[in-house]
């Protein structure tokens, strides 16, 4: 089993439609949670992050998060065409300090 | 406000050759993680420098290694290179103390193993 599971995609959404991308971890102890945006060619960006259980929104963007069910996931809500990017989903694992990614979603909103 | 730089940016070199690669924090961060990026992956965790030392290290073999000086800017070696060593490396800077995944890349060097 992988650490962190992400589907590859590509995902594609129209432009003002809510993207879903979804995420899940192997690690039961883990706390912290990341979301980065990957513009090709580009490097990663954090866009998000999590703590504990629930909703966490910053404007169009809402992370949640549900440990009991090793699950995290990010809502786009009115996509837009420059959201088109591979996200990556990133979990601290405690075990090894260190930050673990999936292998990222590829979102493409059509205008 | 001068964020992670990485040279080279692109490089080509032949198997069994040996490459290093260098990385400059964004200003106020003491901490220095390498990744490879291979296409189409996300990034692998190489090791995380901190305080001049190798705090935590992947699932990399010798072959890779590292350097922080004392200024925070840091090294990453790779010997004996193979054709899987061709990935984007990249490096990412944090304040010590903070929470571990709130990083900020750098845009890479892209390295061609021939």
């Known amino acids: 089993q992988k650490e962190v599971e992400q589907n590859s995609g590509p995902l594609s959404v129209p432009e003002g439609a809510i993207a879903s991308l979804n995420c899940t971890y192997s690690?039961?102890?883990?706390?912290?949670f990341f979301w980065y945006r990957q513009y090709s060619g580009k490097s990663p960006e954090l866009i998000m992050s999590?703590?504990?259980?629930g909703d966490k929104e910053d404007g169009r963007f809402t992370a949640q998060l549900n440990k009991a069910s090793q699950y995290v996931s990010l809502l786009i809500r009115d996509s837009q065409p420059s959201d088109s990017a591979t996200y990556l989903c990133?979990?601290?694992?405690?075990?090894?300090?260190?930050?673990?990614f999936g292998a990222g979603t590829i979102l493409r909103v059509k205008s | 406000d001068a964020g992670v730089t990485q040279s080279p940016t692109h490089l080509i070199k032949t198997r069994g050759q040996q490459v290093t690669l260098r990385c400059s924090p964004k200003?106020?961060?003491?901490?220095v993680s390498w990744y490879q990026q291979a296409l189409g992956q996300g990034p692998q965790f190489i090791f995380q420098?901190?305080?001049?030392?190798?705090?935590q290290r992947g699932n990399f073999p010798d072959r890779f290694s590292g350097h922080q000086f004392p200024n925070y800017s840091s090294e990453l070696n790779v010997n004996a290179l193979l054709l899987g060593d061709s990935a984007l490396y990249l490096c990412?800077?944090?304040?010590?103390?903070?929470?571990?995944?709130?990083?900020?890349f750098g845009e890479g060097s892209r390295l061609t193993v021939l």
């Open positions: 420098y901190y305080e001049e030392e190798e705090r």
């Open positions: 200003s106020g961060h003491d901490t």
């Open positions: 999590i703590y504990s259980n």
């Open positions: 990412a800077s944090s304040p010590g103390g903070r929470i571990a995944g709130e990083l900020f």
């Open positions: 990133a979990v601290h694992m405690e075990y090894g300090n260190k930050l673990v």
């Open positions: 690690d039961r102890v883990s706390q912290s």
